[in-house]
């Protein structure tokens, strides 16, 4: 049975090819399943950039968009471990929902970039509870 493996980042900024070639280096020594990262401050995502990020073909993805100069989050997954459903987008959560192709098993991954300010933060937190509850 292969195992899932979900890796967390925060890249503070995909913007350079030297970041996304440090990144792709780095997804390919933890070889995971899916990748959550988080502060990618891009305004869009392309298969240019997911390539130069995954480093091979064979991934699918979802983005949300940076606010400005700061935030941006960017899941991306191998269609051959995972089979994703769906994905949910609110203000900093990007959440994808499926199932682990070796084993069946279902699961919610949510990558979250949380605000600084602490009632944003709160709020956000209630969002994400209530979502979690209701699926």
Not at 70 to 95: A, K, Y
Not at 97 to 122: H, M, W
């Amino acid at each position: 049975m292969v195992e899932m493996k979900i890796l967390f980042y925060n890249v503070r900024g995909l913007g350079s090819f030297e970041k996304r070639a440090e990144v792709r280096n780095f997804i390919r020594e933890k070889h995971s399943s899916v990748v959550c990262l988080q502060e990618s401050n891009l305004g869009t995502v392309d298969d240019f950039i997911i390539k130069s990020v995954w480093g091979y073909v064979g991934c699918e993805y979802s983005y949300q968009a940076s606010m400005g100069a700061s935030g941006g989050l960017l899941t991306v997954w191998d269609p051959l471990m995972v089979e994703v459903w769906c994905t949910v987008t609110f203000r900093h959560v990007l959440i994808i929902k499926g199932k682990v192709r070796s084993t069946g098993q279902e699961f919610i991954i949510a990558n979250v970039y949380a605000p600084c300010d602490t009632l944003a933060k709160q709020e956000l937190w209630v969002r994400l509870s209530q979502f979690v509850n209701d699926n």
